[in-house]
């Protein structure tokens, strides 16, 4: 599931710093829409350095160029930040995620810039000190992430009160353990965002929820400004949680880190290519996979922290949590949320 916006040529451009990644993106020298496109070169050999929330971006010089305009993403579409007459810029207390910036010479002309070509795609991830003190696991797969500026639940069930603080619901697949109407109402709120398989669209109709946004298998999209991955989740040799019926796990970044939840499925070969911080994994067996399946898949996709979930109620029992961790690599950090 890892993006994929390097041309062969430039993978050797890729660059890690504190555990944050900037590359190269696809499309290179695209023109920025609305800007009179030049004969100047776009910069190259962009750049960046990263120190916590700040970043500086550095390219190299363009002959002709007058000055530099720095452009990033917002709402769909690259958008002019700053004009520079250097060949660097830098850039203070970024929001947590990722973060897309492009460059282009400028000319002057009739006393006004005009831009070039746009650099290669720079994208930044800024992720906040690694922990998961945000996060909550009450039953079963019913998951809380706090974010710095939202809250994500998957898959309420046997939620205690009424919270509703739910900015985001993920339902993973309909079963009832997933897809509770009475724990929907306990945690949501009148601006929550639904979020489910293209296959659950009746369910939630019948329950009043017409306004969902569906996912189908391998599908990407940004949610609420959070970047969301479908994962196929399905059973490769039990007939619970079957292939056809497009039910999904998700890999959703917030706050520049990863987190890979599940939902019910055996380990397949989709789920092995996932590339998380976190892993929310089933150890109950039975209906998904077991304990030592689960800890085989963690040490195959290597996260930061691995989670286990859907054991000790329902399915599965206490002591499955002391055979996955038994089993999971000692770099690899397993936090029990659940007992």
Known sequence: MRKRRIAGALLAAVMMFGGMVYLPAENSAV????????????????????????????????????????????????????????TSIGLSDLPYGEQRFKVAALVKKNKKYVAQ?????????????????????NT??????????????????????????????FF??????????????????????????????????NIGINDAILFGTD??????????????????????????????????????????????????????????DVAFVPIGGSYTMNAKQAAELINAIKPKAAIPTHYGSIVGSRSDENTFRSYVDSSIQVVSKLF
């Open 219 to 276: 599908e990407r999209k940004e949610v609420a400004g959070i970047q969301v991955e479908a994962v196929p989740a399905y059973n490769t040799d039990k007939s619970f949680h079957q292939k056809y019926k497009g039910w999904l796990g998700y890999v959703v970044t917030i706050d520049g880190i990863r987190y890979y939840i599940a939902g019910d499925t055996d380990v397949t070969p989709e789920s092995e290519t996932v590339v998380c």
């Open 31 to 86: 023109v920025i829409q609305s800007e009179a496109a030049g004969k100047l070169a776009a910069p190259k050999d962009l750049k960046v350095s990263v120190s916590g929330r700040n970043i500086r971006i550095s390219w190299s010089k363009v002959k002709g160029a007058s000055a530099y305009r720095v452009y990033t993403y917002r709402n769909g579409k690259f958008v002019k930040l700053k004009n520079v007459k250097t």
């Open 117 to 137: 070509k746009a650099s290669e795609e720079i994208t930044v991830m800024i992720a906040r000190e690694f922990n998961t003190d945000n996060i909550t696991v």
């Open 172 to 205: 993973t697949h309909e079963h009832y353990d997933h897809f509770s109407l009475d724990d929907i109402e306990r945690v949501r709120k009148p601006d929550t965002i639904y979020v489910a398989p293209k296959t659950m669209e009746g369910e939630l109709q």
């Open 140 to 169: 079963q797969s019913s998951i809380r992430i706090a974010g710095s500026d939202v809250v994500v639940r998957f898959d309420p069930f046997r939620i205690s009160g009424n919270p509703n603080d739910a900015d985001i619901i």
